[in-house]
């Protein structure tokens, strides 16, 4: 603590006024600091076959409001055979002020082949209160939403589940472009054109068709040429 020395006889009480005595102290609590490796975690299930080298699974962190983010780069994060567990990046995040501040984790749609994506969107809540003692702390939570419901969770991990199906059929849209430069000039050169792939809303007979037609990846729905004039586009599961 600090002490303070008043001469009291130097005083002129006659002239002191009320105001004159009044003294301001100033409370601020200290920030909540937390790394994002701690917050946000990730696992990933791979149900109906084993795990290949190329299977790769992406997932992505987002912030509502005034919550504190990782960069960009670390707000994508990505799980593998090597290893199916993840958190977004070792950042130090800053929680200035007391009150809620709700994150979201969402698994990308991907393209392997046979491999059902899983839908679920986590809400992971970090609550910053006041311990009155100078310190901002906070905790964490984690609520799961499935089809428009929220369901809290007791591990704070967001566990994603993928179930490969043997029985689905594959198959890739092609095409293949003809180029013709009668002045023998240029030949068709890789990504010279670029093709999109839309489902279509009626049949060639003009007669509606259903509207969900399985589609690529929306990668996948672009693609280009190749030199030789191959086009293909995405996996198509059935």
């Not at 912030?63 to 990505?78: H, R, T, W, Y």
């Not at 993840?86 to 082949?113: K, M, P, Q």
């Not at 007979?205 to 086009?231: K, R, Y």
Request: net charge negative; proline share 4%.
């Amino acid at each position: 603590g600090v002490r303070y020395d008043i001469d009291w006889d130097s005083i002129d009480w006659d002239d002191l006024q009320s105001e004159d005595m009044c003294f301001t102290n100033t409370y601020t609590a200290a920030p909540y600091e937390a790394q994002a490796s701690a917050l946000f975690q990730v696992s990933k299930t791979l149900t109906g076959r084993d795990w290949t080298d190329n299977d790769s699974f992406t997932f992505t962190l987002t912030g509502e409001g005034n919550a504190p983010l990782p960069s960009s780069e670390q707000c994508k994060a990505v799980v593998n055979r090597n290893s199916t567990t993840t958190t977004f990046g070792d950042t130090d995040l800053t929680f200035n002020a007391a009150g809620e501040y709700v994150y979201t984790i969402t698994e990308d749609t991907g393209s392997i082949a046979g491999v059902t994506y899983d839908t679920t969107v986590y809400k992971v809540v970090v609550s910053v209160t006041d311990n009155g003692t100078g310190n901002l702390t906070g905790t964490t939570k984690y609520f799961k939403i499935i089809d428009g419901v929220q369901t809290p969770v007791e591990d704070p991990v967001a566990a994603f589940t993928n179930t490969f199906n043997a029985n689905d059929e594959v198959i890739n849209f092609k095409a293949l472009k003809r180029y013709v430069d009668t002045s023998g000039a240029t030949q068709l050169a890789d990504g010279q054109f670029h093709f999109t792939l839309e489902p279509a809303a009626t049949d060639n007979l003009n007669q509606p068709v259903t509207t969900q037609a399985p589609m690529p990846s929306p990668e996948g729905c672009n693609t280009t040429n190749t030199a030789g004039g191959e086009i293909t586009f995405g996996h198509i599961t059935y």
